[in-house]
């Protein structure tokens, strides 16, 4: 790589012609962006000098909201944070609103849940992989196959939750419903089939000489750097930070399952997407061990209709697939909460996108940006 | 809450983060405030979790008085308090000393008031359009 690159700041030198900097506004409206999300990049010719990011044009007062509603209306609301990921946010929303209130939902619902969240972490990396490859240049080719796969799994929610996106499945003390005869079959078949396509797609991708030119060096975040600005999920552990909240905090059943965190070595835009790619595989070793763990009996616990929760706080928080989604509640024991407060790890995640992006060239700020995965649904709520 | 909480003041919220700092708890995961209107004060709230040791979490509550609340910014020893503090700025009009230039996160510059408080009035359809402030311009 040439030097220049790696440099903070393009260099003036004063025997030459000085020019001034470009100032250039990349969206709201820009398909690079994935969603209402404006970057304003100073440039010096075609490398970025500055980058500020904009946020709030997707800003709907979530929390504001979520303050007016009863805690189990607030369920459907949490679909439109991160609404790629909806049975993920559910079920943080409800292991914060179970915290609050000291309940413990019942086995099946457990491994329910880690089944549901797991299938969406699929879904999720499926969709941030192939939109990368399209940040790229290669224009909806692997999207293409990254959909059809995606399109089986929304299938499977579509048949246990009634719906593909929005799914509003989790309930304070377990989920709305139980998995429907047969699923568990059609969950396996799938992924015993997925390692075929992974395979597959890694050989379209990994050792692809565009694909790496483009990703290796790219956006390089330090370890420590990361860590000091709460960078989490998969590119805190691009970066090389063994920390997964599924073995750190161990909540739920997730210690009695047999998986191993994929942790980068440099934390380039290469890293993130290979930390993605092995994450996968991971899931799909849990998937098989909750298929086989999966325990008969009821998946709601006893929780009174009218939801009343103690008077007190809690912060309830998972590994979601864009990393930590947390939720704060405060409760002044009436049924709607005092305050709701989302964690959002993708608009933390942005917290060092400057960083990343100066001294690269424009179109790298655009894969860089891909890289990190934000929904602007959860980053603006 | 879950986990040790501590109660500190704004006079020595930077020491007690320094500490729990060098004790090993290098994340600060969660920044937010609460308005409590009742007793006419704001808290913010800060979750800490320690990568390391996989420790946590440990918060920290600051009360401050509801009418011009000020905090010490923790933006020089954590930078995830950037958009956080940013964020409780814009919805419930905390100051942060220490971080000059703060800016609104997610609504525009002009907007007035701060939507979270829990006295805030919406500036919905019910309120008449005054036609002496159309005539002004």
Same mark, same amino acid.
């Not at chain 1, 330090?222 to 930070?241: D, E, F, K, T």
């Given at each position: 790589m040439d030097e220049h690159m790696s440099a903070n700041a393009p260099a003036h030198d004063p025997e030459l012609l000085d020019t001034d900097l470009l100032e250039l506004s990349i969206g709201p409206q820009h398909p690079s962006t994935h969603g209402v999300f404006r970057m304003v990049a100073k440039l010096d010719g075609e490398n970025i000098a500055a980058l500020e990011p904009v946020f709030g044009y997707l800003h709907r007062c979530h929390e504001k909201i979520g303050e007016s509603l009863t805690y189990l209306q607030n369920m459907p609301m949490t679909d439109r944070l991160d609404y790629i990921c909806g049975p993920a946010n559910n079920i943080a929303y409800a292991i914060a609103a179970e915290k609050l209130a000291g309940i413990q939902p019942p086995e099946r619902a457990e491994y329910i849940r880690v089944i549901m969240t797991e299938l969406t972490r699929l879904v999720n990396h499926l969709l941030l992989v192939g939109f990368l490859t399209n940040d790229l240049g290669a224009f909806f080719t692997p999207v293409l196959y990254a959909f059809r796969e995606r399109e089986k799994i929304l299938d499977i929610f579509e048949a246990i939750t009634g719906g593909r996106m929005?799914?509003?499945?989790?309930?304070?003390?377990?989920? %709305?419903?139980?998995?429907?005869?047969?699923?568990?079959?059609?969950?396996?078949?799938?992924?015993?089939?997925?390692?075929?396509?992974?395979?597959?797609?890694? !050989?379209?991708?990994?050792?692809?000489?565009?694909?790496?030119?483009?990703?290796?060096?790219?956006?390089?975040? @330090?370890?420590?750097?990361?860590?000091?600005?709460?960078?989490?999920?998969?590119?805190?552990? @691009?970066?090389?930070?063994?920390?997964?909240?599924?073995?750190? &905090?161990?909540?739920?059943?997730?210690?009695?399952?047999?998986?191993?965190?994929?942790?980068?070595?440099?934390?380039?835009?290469?890293?993130?997407?290979?930390?993605?790619?092995?994450?996968?595989?991971?899931?799909?070793?849990?998937?098989?061990?909750?298929?086989?763990?999966? *325990? &008969?009996?009821?998946?709601?616990?006893?929780? *009174?209709?009218?939801?009343?929760?103690?008077?007190?706080? %809690?912060?309830?928080?998972?590994?979601?697939?864009?990393?930590?989604?947390?939720?704060?509640?405060?409760?002044?024991?009436?049924?709607?909460?005092?305050?709701?407060?989302?964690?959002?790890?993708?608009?933390?995640?942005?917290?060092?996108?400057?960083?990343?992006?100066?001294?690269?060239?424009?179109?790298? %700020?655009?894969?860089? !940006?891909?890289?990190? &995965?934000?929904?602007?649904?959860?980053?603006?709520? | 809450m879950n986990g040790e909480v501590r109660q500190v003041t704004a006079q020595d919220l930077l020491a007690e983060v320094g500490r729990l700092q060098a004790a090993g708890f290098d994340y600060l995961s969660l920044v937010t405030a609460v308005d409590f209107i009742a007793e006419d004060q704001i808290e913010l709230v800060y979750c800490f979790y320690s990568i390391a040791s996989r420790k946590g979490p440990v918060t920290l509550k600051l009360r401050l008085p509801r009418t011009a609340p000020r905090a010490p910014s923790l933006l020089p020893l954590f930078r995830s308090a950037d958009l956080q503090e940013r964020e409780i700025y814009d919805l419930f009009g905390v100051e942060f000393e220490g971080r000059p230039g703060i800016k609104r996160l997610l609504l525009w510059d002009t907007f007035q008031g701060h939507p979270l408080r829990k006295d805030f009035q919406p500036d919905d359809d019910d309120r008449p359009v005054i036609m002496d402030e159309r005539r002004g311009q």
């Open positions: 929005c799914t509003n499945y989790a309930r304070i003390g377990g989920v %709305a419903r139980d998995f429907p005869e047969g699923i568990t079959a059609e969950i396996r078949t799938l992924i015993d089939a997925f390692p075929r396509f992974l395979d597959e797609f890694e !050989l379209l991708l990994s050792e692809n000489e565009i694909l790496q030119n483009r990703c290796v060096g790219t956006g390089v975040l @330090a370890a420590a750097a990361a860590v000091n600005a709460g960078i989490s999920g998969p590119v805190l552990r @691009a970066s090389g930070v063994n920390y997964d909240i599924r073995k750190a &905090d161990g909540y739920s059943i997730y210690p009695r399952f047999d998986f191993r965190v994929p942790v980068g070595q440099t934390g380039d835009t290469y890293d993130r997407y290979l930390v993605r790619i092995c994450e996968m595989r991971e899931s799909l070793k849990i998937l098989r061990q909750a298929l086989a763990g999966l *325990p &008969d009996g009821p998946v709601q616990a006893k929780v *009174p209709k009218l939801f009343k929760p103690p008077r007190g706080d %809690a912060y309830g928080r998972i590994e979601g697939p864009k990393g930590e989604l947390g939720f704060y509640l405060v409760s002044d024991g009436s049924t709607k909460p005092f305050r709701y407060k989302v964690r959002p790890p993708s608009l933390i995640n942005l917290t060092l996108l400057e960083e990343m992006c100066v001294g690269h060239k424009i179109a790298d %700020a655009v894969i860089i !940006l891909g890289s990190i &995965d934000i929904v602007l649904g959860e980053v603006d709520r | -």
